[in-house]
């Protein structure tokens, strides 16, 4: 019999950003807390390898997004959306008073 509660939520998500510097100016609109910032070059084998990253942790509630920019890609962008590209492939945030923050933003 598998527990059903093997999984009680998500720990985090991720956007590739093209300029992080840009896309951290953008949360304030969204009430998000940055945490975190971090700078790191992947040294483990692999097409990645010796890939610059810069990223930001960024905290809403009990959940966290990270912001991550590839810095000095080894590996060209393909046709395909891959982790490398910017953008994401679904992110959904619970917002109170949407009409107040539309005028916002």
Do not use: P, W
Not at 28 to 37: A, D, I, M, Q, R
Not at 41 to 66: P, Q, R, V, Y
């Amino acid at each position: 019999m598998i527990d059903k509660k093997v999984v009680s939520g998500i720990n985090h998500s991720y956007i590739t950003v093209k300029n992080l510097k840009k896309s951290l100016s953008f949360i304030k609109y969204l009430g998000l807390k940055k945490v975190n910032e971090f700078v790191l070059t992947i040294d483990a084998e692999g097409s990645l390898k010796g890939t610059t990253i810069k990223a930001a942790c960024l905290h809403a509630g009990d959940n966290s997004l990270e912001f991550i920019e590839y810095q000095n890609r080894t590996v060209e962008k393909s046709n395909d959306l891959n982790s490398l590209d910017v953008g994401s492939q679904h992110v959904v945030f619970s917002v109170e008073g949407v009409k107040e923050r539309k005028e916002v933003i």
